[in-house]
């Protein structure tokens, strides 16, 4: 191939990258056990998960589920140490609501191999005063693990402490609100350092009047995310191009 040839055919690869579609990141829902397979309008959604109504990935007998002590969506028992405190148990059905039916977590999707769900999230930036929040008003509620996704005893059907698993207070296996928030789900969450409003963190619940902040959090990271991509496929393409010039 002559050299003005593949100059011409690099030239092309490089716009055909830049040009690629980058709406794969927003407007999705998780390919998990209760999600649905696209986001769409749901006028009765349940109390706490209200605030997605508009454009959710959850349905609505999902969201009355998440209210339920011992819901049929997991069969979770967040009473597993002792009744947990009302204004701790909101936070829980926050976070159930969060990650049923938020389509804007697209960012942070990972693909697992689980019998139960395709995909996960990663490290979505929770708001710092979501996370501090959860964690103050959870505090002096006990339980007996540090990791809720794994290690308990399901014998009888719904998740109860291993023997050698002590219930104590939160703060004993969640010293500080970052410990809680990262921890408790396997890393579903890291604590941002950003505020809620910031534009730059997830927040776990919102006041849907005001719209859905978390849209324009998912367009920042997916933009962020897309760019740095394109940037690192671009180059691997273009230097691989100037190879096969340089040889011909």
Same mark, same amino acid.
């Given at each position: 191939m002559a050299p003005t040839q593949l100059w011409l055919l690099l030239v092309w690869a490089a716009e055909v990258w830049?040009?690629?579609?980058?709406?794969?990141?927003?407007?999705?829902?998780?390919?998990?056990?209760?999600?649905?397979?696209?986001?769409?309008?749901?006028?009765?959604?349940?109390?706490?998960?209200?605030?997605?109504?508009?454009?959710?990935?959850?349905?609505?007998?999902?969201?009355l589920e998440a209210h339920r002590d011992v819901s049929l969506l997991y069969n979770f028992n967040w009473d597993h140490c002792g009744p947990m405190a009302p204004a701790c148990k909101r936070h829980f059905i926050q976070d159930t609501c969060l990650y049923e039916c938020s389509p804007n977590l697209g960012p942070w999707?990972?693909?697992v191999n689980q019998s139960w769900r395709k995909e996960r999230i990663l490290n979505v930036p929770l708001c710092k005063e979501d996370c501090?929040?959860?964690?103050?008003?959870? $505090?002096? %509620?006990?339980? *007996?693990?540090?990791? =809720?996704?794994?290690?308990?005893?399901?014998t009888s059907g719904i998740n109860e402490c291993p023997v050698k698993n002590a219930c104590h207070r939160f703060d004993f296996y969640f010293p500080t609100p970052a410990a809680l928030c990262n921890e408790i789900w396997s890393?579903?969450?890291?604590?941002?350092?950003?505020? $809620?409003? %910031?534009?730059? *963190?997830?927040?776990? =619940?919102f006041d849907p009047a005001q719209g859905n902040p978390n849209e324009e959090?998912?367009?920042?990271?997916?933009?962020?995310?897309?760019?740095?991509?394109?940037?690192?496929?671009?180059?691997?393409?273009?230097?691989?191009?100037?190879?096969?010039?340089?040889?011909?």
């Open positions: 830049a040009a690629r579609p980058r709406t794969e990141l927003l407007n999705v829902c998780m390919n998990a056990r209760h999600h649905k397979e696209k986001p769409g309008r749901e006028d009765k959604l349940h109390e706490q998960c209200s605030p997605w109504k508009k454009n959710a990935c959850c349905s609505v007998n999902t969201s999707i990972q693909e501090e929040s959860w964690w103050e008003d959870c $505090r002096t %509620s006990s339980t *007996c693990k540090s990791n =809720w996704h794994k290690g308990w005893n399901w890393h579903s969450f890291k604590v941002s350092n950003y505020s $809620r409003g %910031s534009g730059r *963190c997830i927040q776990m =619940w959090v998912a367009r920042f990271y997916a933009e962020a995310m897309m760019n740095g991509a394109e940037l690192h496929g671009a180059w691997s393409l273009l230097l691989g191009l100037a190879l096969l010039l340089l040889l011909s």
